[in-house]
């Protein structure tokens, strides 16, 4: 099972900047999601589509079930 970090940004003209982090900690709080999100809106000089603030973040949890079909 993997666990990945979702992070979505509000861009410019309303648009939304999202970044999926595979094999992220789940046990980060949520004020370190925060302040890994404000951090890269001040370095927001490296993306083509700036994000603007932090709007949401999730933790998605990837589980495989394996099907036998031998």
């Not at 940004?9 to 789940?26: E, I, L, R």
């Not at 890269?40 to 994000?51: L, Q, R, T």
Request: charged share 15%; glycine share 8%; hydrophobic share 45%.
């Amino acid at each position: 099972m993997t666990t990945n970090l979702k992070l979505v940004f509000d861009g410019s003209g309303g648009s939304k900047v999202s970044f999926n982090y595979p094999f992220a900690d789940a046990g980060a709080s949520a004020a370190q999601v925060k302040t890994l999100m404000q951090r890269m809106v001040a370095n927001g000089d490296i993306y083509a589509e700036v994000p603007q603030s932090p709007s949401k973040a999730d933790f998605v949890i990837n589980q495989v079930l394996p099907i036998d079909i031998s």
